[in-house]
């Protein structure tokens, strides 16, 4: 099938990239011309597992092209995939101006019975909206089809080649139909919805996944204050089938580009129908609170962090991903930087995208040896298994004090307990103080 496919980000592009892996003729479209050249050379402009080599793969074979011109794109395009952002709005809904852009930028250009499917996340009546739009901009049929997606950062390739559902909302079953053909190499269960359900299971997902977190953070402070271990805890949870072990790691809260937005666009749509959906309320409230709680036990460790070395370990908001969009990390350094701590932080990947976001309020360390040198701390904020794989008892000997305070849970006792001098604070479970009075 002939695909264009509006935004190269990390929807966009993966979704691209595999439609043309199962045989698709497939036009990316993007107005960041950078973002284009990079990719006409084969070059991710995003940093995701296995993406690279099957963008120049796919790339050399013609299937996958790029270009910044939707009227080259959309021409003979069949299927037309809009994945632009959603970003948060400033009272919380969901900022559609890039979505409403991009279906004026299509309108004209539409070829007969064209499909346009909505991608990107959006509100329960965005793709009326959409609708609306295009058909007040041309008289060419069209069919509109919700096709939400689940993919994760850092597995996107293999989230969305082996996906655990997709989700088609349609109204015309013709269209609906068609989509399901164009995913049908891929072998995953297809679930055909109306197009408000379908729009309406993408939040709820996102709003249960993040409402997950924040009871198992809960449940974690709760553990710290009663002696128990959020380990055993949400392990003894997980077995059972109906909570099942997934998001039961508790930790330093949620971020990224999706679940921060989502809950509140999924809130603000509750309050403009009247309905009361408190639990999303604590939900954001816990999460705020757990972003600041490696700050919070420093500061009360150390009495005040003014020129304490504080090593902050990962910036990105979860591993395998560059994505710093409401990274924990950030919170951290700007409430560090306010006590006037020097924070030196090490992250293998994000070092760059963080730079455009902390500016020099942090110094960058190209090492996790350069980032703990001498310090007074280190916080553990994104779990990349290369800190999984540190040895302690070397950390902690670079250190001025050998403190950790590990956001994460990175570490087993065993290691911990191969340390001469250690303090180490985890989230949720017994601190453990080896070596000092
Ligand atoms: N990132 C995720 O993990 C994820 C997962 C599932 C769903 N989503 C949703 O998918 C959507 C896209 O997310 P993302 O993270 O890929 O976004 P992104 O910000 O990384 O990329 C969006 C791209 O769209 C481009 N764009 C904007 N207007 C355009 C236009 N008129 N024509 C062509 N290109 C245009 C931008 O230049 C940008 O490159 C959002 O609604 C998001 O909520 C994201």
């Given at each position: 099938?002939?695909?264009?496919?509006?935004?190269?980000?990390?929807?966009?592009?993966?979704?691209g990239?595999?439609?043309?892996?199962?045989?698709?003729?497939?036009?990316?479209?993007d107005?960041?011309?950078?973002?284009?050249n990079?990719?006409?050379?084969?070059?991710?402009?995003?940093?995701?597992?296995?993406?690279?080599?099957l963008?120049?793969?796919?790339?050399?074979?013609?299937?996958?092209?790029?270009?910044?011109?939707h009227?080259?794109?959309i021409?003979?395009?069949?299927?037309?995939?809009?994945?632009?952002?959603?970003?948060?709005?400033d009272?919380?809904?969901?900022?559609?101006?890039?979505?409403?852009?991009?279906?004026?930028?299509?309108?004209?250009?539409?070829?007969?019975?064209?499909?346009?499917?909505?991608?990107?996340?959006?509100?329960?009546?965005?793709?009326?909206?959409?609708?609306?739009?295009?058909?007040?901009?041309?008289?060419?049929?069209?069919?509109?089809?919700?096709?939400?997606?689940?993919?994760?950062?850092?597995?996107?390739?293999?989230?969305?080649m082996?996906a655990?559902?997709?989700?088609?909302?349609?109204?015309?079953?013709?269209?609906?139909?068609?989509?399901?053909?164009?995913?049908?190499?891929?072998?995953?269960?297809?679930?055909?919805t109306?197009?408000?359900?379908?729009?309406?299971?993408?939040?709820?997902?996102?709003?249960?996944?993040?409402?997950?977190?924040?009871?198992?953070?809960?449940?974690?402070?709760?553990?710290?204050?009663?002696?128990?271990?959020?380990?055993?805890?949400?392990?003894?949870?997980?077995?059972?089938?109906?909570?099942?072990?997934?998001?039961?790691?508790?930790?330093?809260?949620?971020?990224?580009?999706?679940?921060p937005?989502?809950?509140?666009?999924?809130?603000?749509?509750?309050?403009?129908?009247?309905?009361?959906?408190?639990?999303?309320?604590e939900?954001?409230?816990i999460?705020?609170?757990?972003?600041?709680?490696?700050?919070?036990?420093?500061?009360?460790?150390?009495?005040?962090?003014?020129?304490?070395?504080?090593?902050?370990?990962?910036?990105?908001?979860?591993?395998?991903?560059?994505?710093?969009?409401?990274?924990?990390?950030?919170?951290?350094?700007?409430?560090?930087s306010?006590e006037?701590?020097?924070?030196?932080?090490?992250?293998?990947?994000?070092?760059?995208?963080?730079?455009?976001?902390?500016?020099?309020?942090?110094?960058?360390?190209?090492?996790?040896g350069?980032?703990?040198?001498?310090?007074?701390?280190?916080?553990?904020?994104t779990e990349?298994?290369?800190?999984?794989?540190?040895?302690?008892?070397?950390?902690?000997?670079?250190?001025?004090?050998?403190?950790?305070?590990?956001?994460?849970?990175?570490?087993?006792?065993?290691?911990?307990?191969?340390?001469?001098?250690?303090?180490?604070?985890?989230?949720g479970?017994?601190?453990?103080?080896?070596?000092?009075?």
């Amino acid at each position: 099938m002939k695909i264009a496919v509006l935004g190269t980000g990390y929807v966009g592009l993966s979704t691209g990239v595999c439609l043309s892996e199962i045989g698709h003729h497939v036009m990316c479209i993007d107005i960041d011309e950078q973002k284009i050249n990079k990719l006409r050379q084969g070059i991710s402009p995003i940093y995701e597992p296995g993406l690279e080599s099957l963008l120049s793969k796919n790339n050399a074979a013609g299937t996958l092209q790029f270009t910044t011109s939707h009227q080259e794109g959309i021409k003979n395009a069949e299927i037309i995939i809009i994945a632009v952002g959603t970003p948060q709005g400033d009272d919380g809904s969901a900022d559609l101006s890039f979505l409403v852009q991009a279906a004026k930028d299509i309108s004209p250009l539409l070829k007969h019975d064209a499909i346009v499917v909505i991608k990107s996340t959006v509100p329960v009546g965005t793709n009326d909206l959409v609708k609306s739009i295009i058909s007040s901009h041309t008289n060419t049929p069209f069919k509109m089809v919700s096709n939400p997606e689940f993919l994760r950062q850092g597995s996107a390739i293999k989230d969305t080649m082996k996906a655990d559902r997709i989700i088609i909302g349609a109204e015309d079953s013709a269209a609906a139909l068609k989509i399901k053909e164009m995913y049908r190499p891929l072998n995953v269960p297809i679930l055909m919805t109306n197009v408000r359900s379908a729009e309406m299971i993408k939040y709820a997902s996102n709003a249960f996944l993040a409402t997950k977190i924040s009871f198992i953070n809960e449940v974690a402070n709760l553990c710290e204050a009663v002696g128990a271990n959020i380990i055993d805890v949400a392990n003894g949870m997980g077995k059972d089938k109906r909570i099942g072990e997934a998001f039961l790691q508790a930790g330093i809260g949620y971020g990224g580009s999706c679940f921060p937005k989502d809950v509140k666009a999924l809130l603000h749509t509750a309050g403009l129908h009247g309905v009361n959906f408190s639990l999303l309320k604590e939900t954001i409230a816990i999460n705020d609170a757990q972003q600041k709680l490696l700050f919070t036990k420093a500061r009360i460790r150390l009495n005040q962090l003014k020129d304490k070395k504080i090593a902050m370990l990962g910036l990105s908001f979860k591993p395998e991903t560059d994505d710093m969009r409401e990274a924990p990390s950030i919170k951290i350094a700007r409430l560090l930087s306010q006590e006037k701590a020097k924070v030196v932080a090490y992250d293998p990947v994000a070092k760059e995208n963080a730079r455009r976001i902390l500016g020099d309020t942090i110094e960058y360390a190209r090492s996790v040896g350069e980032a703990v040198e001498n310090a007074d701390a280190v916080f553990i904020v994104t779990e990349w298994s290369e800190f999984k794989q540190l040895d302690l008892s070397e950390v902690t000997k670079q250190m001025k004090q050998p403190i950790i305070f590990d956001g994460r849970n990175c570490f087993n006792e065993d290691q911990i307990r191969a340390c001469s001098k250690i303090e180490y604070y985890p989230v949720g479970k017994p601190s453990i103080v080896i070596g000092l009075e």
